[in-house]
């Protein structure tokens, strides 16, 4: 089980800058990958960034926030964050915590057999142009 907390959403205009943190809780070594997706009004929810445990600390983003986001791990605090620069109205969207539970490394996969997804509250973010 992973227990998720986010936080940092709010208002900002259009050219500014926003952190969100999601800390995970619970078991914290058998996770593969953590993410940050969003979802906007209307629309299905989609990639914002991804980061594989097993890949080094490379990360996958959506297309539209490539350049703009940055995700990040502090493996010692247990906290996953978002960067978010250059903020346009086209971000608004509720922003959600995703961790997928399993072996971060095939060291791990028999002591992290489990495979499941746990997903945070969600935390607004509102882009005023």
């Known amino acids: 089980q992973v227990q998720l907390v986010e936080s940092g959403g709010g208002l900002v205009q259009a050219g500014d800058s926003l952190v969100l943190s999601c800390a995970y809780s619970?078991?914290?070594?058998?996770?593969?990958?953590l993410g940050w997706y969003r979802q906007a009004p209307g629309k299905e929810r989609e990639l914002a960034a991804r980061i594989v445990s097993a890949s080094g600390g490379n990360a996958d983003y959506g297309d539209s926030v490539k350049d703009r986001f940055t995700i990040s791990r502090d493996n010692a605090k247990h906290t996953l964050y978002l960067q978010m620069n250059n903020l346009k109205s086209e971000d608004t969207a509720v922003y959600y915590c995703?961790?997928?539970?399993?072996?971060?490394?095939?060291?791990?996969?028999?002591?992290?057999?489990?495979?499941?997804?746990?997903w945070g509250q969600g935390t607004q973010v509102t882009v005023s142009s």
């Open positions: 619970g078991d914290t070594i058998c996770i593969s990958a």
């Open positions: 995703k961790v997928e539970s399993g072996p971060p490394s095939l060291l791990f996969r028999d002591q992290c057999r489990a495979t499941n997804d746990y």
